[in-house]
Nanobody, 124 residues
Framework: QVQLVESGGGLVQAGDSLRLSCAASGRTFSTLGMGWFRQAPGKAREFVATISWNSIGTWYTDSVKGRFTISRDNAKNTMYLQMDSLKPEDTAVYYC?????????????????WGQGTQVTVSS
């Protein structure tokens, strides 16, 4: 049974940092791309960041470039999202996902497995 569990969300003030983790179990995903998406109230789920299977390729949505860093530890079957200089606009439920291929993707349809999400709230 495949399971993805996000953790590390919480309530912080603008300018603070959070580190999200996504722990996968049930199988090894070391040869697949992974990604982070987020969904704010009343908004569609949007792409945040993605990383290839070997961590060589990483991509970010423009609004988080320079502030967020995606990484993974294949030995631990875990992915991370380091979020610095958080803004109120970053408030959302953050979801991790495992892709269908080696490289990452910004499209939801390219992901096969999804976590339950973790809430990130950034106050002004």
């Amino acid at each position: 049974q495949v399971q993805l569990v996000e953790s590390g969300g919480g309530l912080v003030q603008a300018g603070d940092s959070l580190r999200l983790s996504c722990a996968a179990s049930g199988r090894t995903f070391s040869t697949l791309g992974m990604g982070w998406f987020r969904q704010a109230p009343g908004k569609a789920r949007e792409f945040v960041a993605t990383i290839s299977w070997n961590s060589i390729g990483t991509w970010y949505t423009d609004s988080v470039k320079g502030r967020f860093t995606i990484s993974r530890d294949n030995a631990k079957n875990t992915m991370y999202l380091q979020m610095d200089s958080l803004k109120p606009e970053d408030t959302a439920v953050y979801y991790c996902a495992i892709g269908r291929g080696l490289s990452g993707s910004r499209r939801e349809g390219d992901y096969a497995y999804w976590g339950q999400g973790t809430q990130v709230t950034v106050s002004s």
